[in-house]
Structures are given as C-alpha cells and as structure tokens.
C-alpha cells in the first residue's frame, strides 16, 4: 500500500511556530513517527511539504499515479482553497484531512475546511499523534476495515 503525506504552508515552521498552539515537535520528528508507523502497518510512505498552493495543486494531481491514498495537512489552504478542493475532486484518491491542533476550537475562519466533506475523515487536535491516527485510519479504509 502506497501513501503520501501532503503538507501545506508554515508546517516547516514547527517546532518554532507557536509551539503552546502546534506542539514542539518539527516536521521532521513527525515524518519519523510517521514512518515508523507505516513501516509497522507495511505501508510505503512518500512525503511532501510545500508553501505554495500550486504546487500542492500538482501533487495531488500526481496521486492517482503514485499512491493508493493520501495524509493531507492543507494547512491554511484547508480553510481558502478551492483550486486544491478541485484538485481533491478531480482525482478521487481516498484521503483523511489531518489538523495538529482543533481548528473547531480556533478563530470562527478556521472552523470551516474546504476539504472535509471529500474526505474519508477528519483528525484534529491531537498534535503530531494526528498524523499517525490518521494514517491508521486510511489504511484501515484502503483495506476495507
């Protein structure tokens, strides 16, 4: 089974980014956790972080080419982009929409994901674990679970 990561823009910021908010651990040590998980599950994991919605645009158009499924961390993108909402349309490749911290517990225009009704589920608020609950959780449905 093949999944990829995506993630949007400042997650390459954690670990300095408003730590009380997103935690204090880095993309990096979450890509690790990540992997240790799929490695266990014997899951083949590529990862992806980007700053620029177009090239977000441009990996989830790659999916149906190289993953079964997909991790997606739209970050500030979940909230304003319908181009990646396309995208997410136009290639049907299963995903769970990940969020570190509780976006229904942030500011009123942080509630509302442009991308959770496609998804097969939503993790939120719980920190990096977010990341490994929710490539359980796609492994589970890719498998039928």
Do not use: C
Request: hydrophobic content about 45%.
């Amino acid at each position: 089974m093949r999944i990829s990561v995506l993630n949007g823009p400042n997650l390459n910021l954690l670990g300095q980014r408003e730590p009380e908010l997103y935690g204090s651990k880095t993309l990096a040590e979450i890509e690790s956790l990540v992997r240790e998980e799929a490695k266990r599950l014997g899951a083949k994991i590529s990862w992806f972080q980007t700053n620029h919605e177009g090239e977000l645009v441009e990996a989830i158009q790659n999916l149906p080419r190289r993953a079964d499924g997909a991790v997606l961390n739209g970050a500030a993108f979940t909230h304003t982009s319908l181009a990646i909402r396309d995208a997410l349309l136009a290639v049907k490749v299963p995903f769970v929409e990940v969020h570190l911290s509780n976006i229904f517990a942030r500011e009123e225009r942080r509630r509302h994901s442009l991308f959770a009704d496609l998804a097969v589920g939503v993790v939120t608020g719980f920190g990096a674990h977010g990341y490994v609950m929710g490539l359980q959780a796609l492994h589970a449905a890719l498998r039928g679970d």
